[in-house]
């Protein structure tokens, strides 16, 4: 990934050095401020062919647990001393194993790691020890005990460890439903989300030779915040919150004019897997405008989403990408989903990978010489 022109000298001056110099800049109503810092991770290579995206952060901000699912080994990454800690081992098979499936993971509130796939839904320690298998595809055996239903995030409530919220995506038309799982009972709930249904729009079926072969269609994302379940998608400018107290569901959205209210460019319905067509729906669709998920600052209270547009080559690299820069854009919410601030960030010239706030900053991954690192921004609103 390309780091940003206008700090780009700086990184070649002193790609030794542990922390770079700030950078200030101004866009439209953000004034932004950079820096660039590296992990240590001593004598160990990190596992980022993932770009980071089989990773995930703890509750305190503190800790980056990365997993590598080639050797089913856990990278633990202390944020406030940028170096690796240590390594945990997992075992793919046996009583303690991850199953032989590419498992998803993430870190609980408790500091424990829930691994789930197909029929597997099991929390284990930081030692790699199994502690408790849920069993979710027994609970709710018409949704996850086929393979028709894939389980996308599964959250843990804060004040409640035995209750679960499960999003579930169908294989074949892409629809999304919640299931609110009661551990202590063995029971769960299903919530529908009609709102979603709109996505059709943007969805395209793929075919091989004629026969169904999935779906091609604009990424849901899925957080959980404050107590609420935060749900935005890729195609429109609308954000869905589920309140875990008061079990209920509402919508915000905007018409902005940086960012309107949604994609326009429409695919057709269909297109065969092999054929130049979905090359040209894929590019087509990643130039018009995409919206990114939401992310919480809890020191400022405020909520920030990037959007962008990428931009392609007119022929393919040798490495099978087109791909060259982006516009990317950034907006301000306050705790309520009222817009405070929005602009094109012209700082940022490539698409952004995995981001999150630490200590009111956002922190974006960055590859430099195969070496981890981010690119801290501060984010003032004029």
Known sequence: M???????FLLILQACSQKKEKVQTVSDQIRLSLDTVLVDSGDEFLFLQDQLYSSSLSEDKNYLFNFNPQNFIVEKIDLNQLKLEKRIQFEKEGPNGLSSNYPRFSILPDNNFLFWTFHFYKIFDQNSGMFKDMELDKIAAQYLGNTEYYPGRIFQDKNNSNRLIAFIFHGEN???LILDFDLKDQTF???????LEKLNEFRVKLLYEGTPAGEYGPRVYTMNIN???IISNAAFNEVQIFDLEKDSLYMKSWNTHLLADKKSYVPPKEAERTSDQLSEIIEKTEEDLSYRSFFWDEKNERYFRFSEKK???EKPTDFGTSLTEADVFLSVFDKDFNLIAEAQIPELPHSIGVHFVKDGKIWMYENIDDELAFVIMNVEVL
């Open 189 to 195: 709930e299903k919530i529908e989300l009609p709102e």
């Open 174 to 176: 892409g629809s999304l």
């Open 2 to 8: 390309r780091l940003l022109a206008g700090i780009a």
């Open 227 to 229: 107590g609420q379940i």
């Open 311 to 313: 931009h392609f080559a």
